[in-house]
């Protein structure tokens, strides 16, 4: 209750700011206009409230704004797709991004007036300011997009791979995700630049039944109050129109987590190549020769595992345990992991990291019960970034375990627990490997003997 009417203090509080501001400049304004004394230059705040509202009552006005709207949205909308194509293309291709962006960063220098007095040469004024709006925006959307891109996390995709989640299932519970923060930048500063090339566009070619014709014909008959009555219309579309699209974007990243997580397991395949789950385990046969120049140890090696066997690779650390389990699970994907550095969704609910990465068959109970059992009093619907440093692992193990494959792959999952949780936790990957291959890197033998293994190989 303290916390709510806190809040509600620090709004009341923001608002009052808020209204001060605005009192102190209507006040600059009406002492301006007063002191110019001339209408026609500076009109007060009273005549343009009275155009405002003569604007505001006529339907034409409202016909003529959403028409305005309509082709500024429409040329934003083909600059986000083309952008969005062109930003893929590009950080696939080196040589492709280096074409594109010398043409885009002109563009974006190229003064508004410019870019339309060309597009009226070429295209003609009816088309004028989809056109305007197109390619002031492209650069911005492309450069943003080709930023959030390369920023995204490439191990915990690498993550999502493994476990089979891939397709439109890893654009919504990664790509967009990490992407998301990039566009809502991108968007508070395209779509206002939009607005104003769009009616700059439609005021330099004069279309007709447009907001740029009619800021053009109250210029010529001096009529000052009904230029700043359209400013006001027009800065009031852009700010709601801003305000709803951003609203809608943050929106989609829950909304992509939550069909990708309803999703799991769908597309994924399992053992031997069948349906998630609906075969027997596969053997591996693994030959390492040089595909490891960067660990001598590995030089040679032939790792054999029969179907439903278990191997512990131990070794010191940099001997290449790690490389042998990522060159082993390349071979088994899609696979369950668990990986020597922390590979979870930090913003979202353990279960949910369980979750998007399941076999079809599970369920949200059965993997709720699961992670209660290997942390106990685990609250399953807390974001993970509040969770402990062994309670994450646990989280990583349940996941493993829950995924569909030919193997599961442990490297290191016992760190930060105690030998009674590491205990627990060995018991509960026994009870549910369910056929399935074991490979464990390890430097401690204790790990070994706990999951039953007792072939080792040494680095």
């Known amino acids: 209750m303290r916390a709510f009417a806190r809040q509600m203090t620090e709004r009341a509080k923001a608002v009052a700011a808020v209204g001060a501001v605005a009192a102190f400049w209507l006040a600059v304004w ?6 110019v004394a001339q209408p026609l230059i500076l009109p007060g705040p009273g005549a343009v409230v009275m155009a405002l509202l003569r604007l505001v009552c006529d339907a034409g006005t409202w016909v003529i704004l959403v028409g305005s709207g309509a082709r500024i949205l429409g040329g934003l909308a083909l600059a986000v797709a083309c952008g969005g194509v062109l930003a893929g293309v590009s950080v696939r291709s080196r040589a492709f991004a280096r074409l594109v962006a010398p043409a885009l960063s002109f563009v974006k220098a190229t003064p508004v007036a410019c870019v339309v007095v060309l597009l009226l040469i070429w295209l003609g004024s009816a088309r004028v300011s989809i056109a305007a709006v197109f390619l002031m925006a492209l650069s911005g959307v492309y450069f943003s997009l080709v930023e959030g891109l390369a920023q995204v996390d490439k191990p915990l995709e690498q993550m999502f791979r493994l476990h089979g989640v891939r397709g439109w299932r890893l654009f919504c519970a990664h790509t967009w995700r990490e992407v998301l923060p990039f566009v809502l930048s991108c968007a508070r500063a395209v779509i206002g630049m939009s607005w104003k090339a769009g ?4 005021l330099i070619g004069m279309a007709t039944g447009t907001v740029g014709e009619r800021i053009y014909q109250a210029k010529l008959l001096i009529e000052t109050a009904d230029l700043l009555a359209w400013t006001v219309l027009v800065v009031a579309a852009s700010w709601a129109c801003e305000r709803v699209l951003v609203w809608l974007l943050r929106a989609s990243g829950p909304a992509a987590w939550r069909a990708a997580v309803r999703a799991h397991g769908r597309g994924t395949r399992g053992r031997s190549g069948d349906p998630a789950g609906a075969g027997a385990a596969a053997e591996l046969a693994l030959a390492v020769g040089d595909r490891a120049p960067w660990a001598p140890a590995l030089d040679g090696l032939e790792l054999n595992v029969p179907v439903g066997g278990r191997i512990c690779v131990m070794g010191a650390s940099g001997m290449g345990k790690s490389t042998l389990l990522a060159l082993a699970a390349g071979e088994c994907t899609p696979c369950s992991m668990v990986f ?7 913003d979202v609910s353990a279960l949910d990291n369980v979750l998007v990465c399941a076999d079809a068959r599970v369920d949200a109970s059965s993997a709720a019960a699961l992670l209660r ?10 974001r993970v970034a509040e969770l402990s440093g062994g309670q994450r692992r646990r989280v990583e193990i349940a996941r493993a375990l829950l995924c569909s494959g030919d193997a599961v792959i442990l490297d290191e999952p016992f760190t930060g627990l105690d030998t009674a949780a590491r205990d627990a ?8 490997l369910d056929g399935r291959m074991l490979l464990l890197a390890t ?7 706990a999951l039953n293994i007792s072939y080792i190989i040494t680095l």
């Open 199 to 202: 009616v700059a566009a439609e």
């Open 30 to 35: 009406i002492f301006a206009a007063s002191l």
């Open 373 to 382: 059992l290997l942390v106990p009093g685990v609250d399953v619907h807390a």
């Open 340 to 346: 020597q550095d922390v590979r979870l969704v930090e």
């Open 425 to 432: 936790c060995a018991k509960v990957v026994l009870d549910l």
């Open 443 to 449: 430097h401690d033998a204790v790990d070994a003997r």
